[in-house]
């Protein structure tokens, strides 16, 4: 990545991507094509579109609680 992060919080927010990309969305190989998630059993009904339904039950839930 050029020129690196301007802040700790954009280096914290981009390690955070990459843990939940790792956990929820990617599958493994050693997991037989499962998430860990998946592999753990922790079902969030995300479909095929891991990545795009993850983001849309977050802001569901951000949504909700501003209420």
Do not use: Q, Y
Request: no cysteine; charged share 35%.
């Amino acid at each position: 990545m050029r020129g690196g992060f301007r802040s700790f919080e954009k280096a914290e927010a981009f390690l955070n991507l990459k843990h939940i990309l790792h956990n929820f969305v990617n599958p493994h190989l050693g997991l037989n094509e499962k998430t860990p998630a998946e592999a753990a059993e922790i079902d969030l009904k995300l479909d095929k579109n891991k990545l795009l339904n993850l983001i849309r039950k977050r802001a569901e839930k951000k949504h909700h609680s501003l209420r």
